[in-house]
């Protein structure tokens, strides 16, 4: 979704720019008007969070602001907290997202739906988010139980802590993000992630794009 090109809404149309107001002050740039904004809402209170505040810090773009928040519960909750808190795409920001973990959550298809009526991007992991991680590392193409058992393949790698934070320049940084998403985009069609026979799949590929600017 390279170069520093304007990612466009969801909706494929240009945001439209409200007009600015005169005033007797020095004026100053008005941000909105230099920058895309995106909100990105985690799922879980440290693993998406710590990845994603390295991975824009990384990749700071003049003309992109990313903030990052948490929101730990199921994915209906994260969707509800993000369309309630933030609203959608064309409300405060030009772009929502949701990091979203499939696991064993029973509301994920009512997540879906409803960050399709409120225009939230969703990037669905399946099982979890450490198959992200894991493709910076390795092609993983294998159906994969769970946390634990990605988390026993990750440890090859390098070191995941009992807290699952995540240190993104130690373990995650340079050009490893490329490899992920050149592996994940050939894990399953986009879009169809968060469905029992997807796993292994993460739209986390989608996001990453959208945030550093490169081509899809």
Not at 125 to 139: A, G, V
Not at 142 to 167: E, I
Request: with cysteine; aromatic share 8%; proline share 5%.
């Amino acid at each position: 979704m390279g170069g520093l090109t304007r990612t466009p809404k969801p909706s494929g149309s240009p945001r439209q720019k409200k007009p600015r107001r005169d005033t007797d002050l020095t004026r100053r740039a008005d941000v909105r008007d230099s920058a895309d904004q995106f909100m990105v809402v985690c799922g879980s209170e440290s693993t998406e969070y710590d990845y994603l505040s390295g991975f824009k810090a990384h990749f700071k773009r003049r003309n992109l602001s990313v903030k990052v928040a948490k929101k730990p519960g199921s994915p209906l909750q994260v969707v509800n907290y993000a369309a309630e808190r933030w609203g959608g795409a064309g409300d405060e920001f030009d772009q929502v997202w949701c990091v979203l973990d499939v696991d064993e959550y029973t509301d994920l298809e009512r997540a879906v739906r409803r960050a399709r009526q409120r225009r939230i991007e969703l990037a669905v992991s399946n099982p979890c988010f450490e198959l992200w991680l894991l493709l910076h590392h390795t092609d993983h193409q294998s159906w994969t139980q769970d946390y634990d058992a990605l988390k026993k393949l990750l440890g090859k790698y390098g070191d995941v802590p009992a807290d699952k934070s995540v240190d993104f320049a130690r373990h995650y940084g340079g050009n490893l993000w490329k490899d992920a998403v050149r592996r994940a985009r050939s894990l399953a069609e986009e879009g169809t992630e968060h469905l029992p026979e997807s796993n292994p799949a993460t739209r986390m590929w989608r996001l990453a794009l959208a945030i550093t600017g490169e081509e899809a």
